[in-house]
């Protein structure tokens, strides 16, 4: 049986990813049934998720043991283990990416986050990870730092798809959309069957109420702590608005006529961090038409559980998103402050989990009989 309130929320208009994969999940079955009772429709992974699937790695032992024997060193093994279980998870979700044409049925895989501010590097990691993972319904996630848009352009050229992670302000998410509509034209040059290539941008949401909440505690006023935790939510909801603005263009609609896709708005960074928010916040406010929902288990469990759809959340409500960032920035938080040093934190978190991860993969190799 398919879970209602989910149901409800996929009939709404929005595409639930689960934010995890590991190989003990696909094995198990555990990700099939995910997709059966809970509507999930898609997977994304990053350096963090990977370490902790590798940290309770039993799954990965035999893998292990041949990766050890071929004397491969530890960055090697991660991207052999890692690629393996995006193919395999690709797989899972064939039928769902022809029966959507393309738009879900999608597993996200990242670059070297260490590649994060090298536009080079991370073009050439990106080519190689898509031929091995070798599955039509994969996306390559590459951060949205200025050196990132460039990459996002040279990758999407190539007749790519890519999942564009780490945006926090609506500055960079236009330039994010720019950089998108530039690879497609580029691709549409070269020949390239541009209906092909699919995109979403993650607009990350909890991280930007956790830095803005923390500058508004340090203002004190009874004005700026009545806007604590409001930011994060309006700030998506703009997003949406700028979605909507940028998809509307002149430029957008020459491609979207020649076949091209919209570059869907994904909202990441939705597990609620305060405890005294409702645990479905980010999911049941951040409800509209052609948007993905990227979730943790436990915020999927939530939302199978007792989160309340309603329909649209994010239409209805720009004038009062507007109200909530123009009375912050009154407040005296500087919003391009807060978003620039989210993506400088994001960055150096996910090289914190990739070294982590590497760490762990040695200590496998070199643990192995």
Do not use: C
Not at 40 to 61: K, M, R, W
Not at 244 to 259: D, I
Not at 313 to 333: L, N, P, R, S
């Amino acid at each position: 049986m398919t879970n209602e309130r989910t149901a409800a929320l996929s009939e709404a208009g929005v595409s639930i990813w689960l934010d995890d994969l590991s190989r003990g999940r696909i094995q198990s079955g555990s990700l099939q049934a995910l997709i059966a009772e809970k509507n999930v429709v898609g997977v994304t992974t990053n350096p963090t998720i990977f370490a902790g699937a590798l940290s309770n790695g039993e799954s990965y032992a035999e893998q292990v043991a041949e990766l050890k024997a071929a004397g491969v060193d530890a960055s090697k093994a991660v991207f052999e283990i890692t690629t393996d279980d995006v193919a395999a998870a690709s797989d899972i979700f064939a039928d769902i990416y022809a029966s959507s044409k393309g738009f879900d049925g999608r597993v996200s895989i990242e670059v070297e986050p260490g590649f994060a501010h090298d536009a080079a590097a991370t073009i050439a990691q990106a080519k190689e990870l898509w031929a091995k993972v070798n599955r039509p319904n994969a996306m390559i996630k590459i951060p949205a730092t200025v050196e990132g848009l460039e990459a996002i352009t040279a990758v999407i050229a190539e007749g790519i798809s890519v999942n564009v992670t780490l945006i926090f302000s609506l500055e960079r998410y236009r330039a994010v959309v720019n950089a998108y509509l530039a690879g497609l034209e580029q691709a549409k040059a070269k020949g390239i069957d541009i209906s092909g290539i699919h995109s979403v941008a993650s607009f990350f949401v909890s991280r930007v109420d956790s830095e803005i909440n923390a500058r508004l505690d340090a203002v004190g006023t009874p004005e700026a702590v009545a806007l604590k935790s409001k930011a994060g939510v309006a700030n998506a909801q703009l997003a949406y608005e700028a979605f909507e603005q940028e998809f509307a263009s002149e430029r957008a609609a020459g491609l979207l006529a020649a076949g091209a896709n919209k570059q869907r708005p994904l909202w990441a960074s939705t597990g609620v961090k305060d405890a005294a928010l409702p645990d479905t916040l980010y999911v049941t406010e951040l409800v509209a038409a052609g948007v993905v929902n990227t979730m943790p288990e436990k915020t999927l469990e939530a939302t199978a559980d007792h989160g309340v759809i309603t329909g649209d959340t994010v239409t209805v409500a720009y004038a009062a998103a507007h109200e909530i960032m123009d009375a912050v920035a009154a407040a005296g938080v500087s919003y391009d402050e807060a978003t620039a040093q989210l993506e400088k934190e994001g960055v150096e978190k996910f090289i914190v989990s990739w070294n982590e991860l590497l760490d762990t993969v040695n200590a496998a190799l070199e643990a192995s009989k």
